[in-house]
């Protein structure tokens, strides 16, 4: 079984770092997705998708999917590109309009 492990890219909406300290592991689809006749609703016959386990380190991650013999994919998180802006300098007199 397919696992995927990677860190969760921080939300548009939030500035705080709070949801991206943790490692997510979730299962790889099994199977695909159907819409029901009746209602619309999108569904599978594969629960493992519902699954979502965080964990503090990779290793810990690592560790688990070892344990129970599942074959992880890790994605490792690309670094932030830290643009530092002063609310002062939009009033500078070096400012270009």
Do not use: C
Request: hydrophobic share 45%; proline share 4%; no cysteine.
């Amino acid at each position: 079984m397919k696992v995927r492990v990677y860190k969760p890219a921080k939300n548009a909406m939030q500035s705080g770092q709070a949801a991206t300290k943790h490692w997510v592991m979730e299962f790889e689809p099994g199977a695909k997705k159907v819409a029901d006749q009746l209602m619309g609703w999108i569904g599978s016959t594969d629960t493992r998708g519902q699954v979502r386990m965080y964990f503090e380190t990779l290793e810990e991650a690592q560790a688990f999917a070892a344990k129970h013999k599942l074959v992880a994919d890790i994605e490792m998180p690309k670094p932030r590109k830290l643009q530092l802006k002063a609310y002062a300098d939009n009033f500078a007199f070096k400012r270009v309009v």
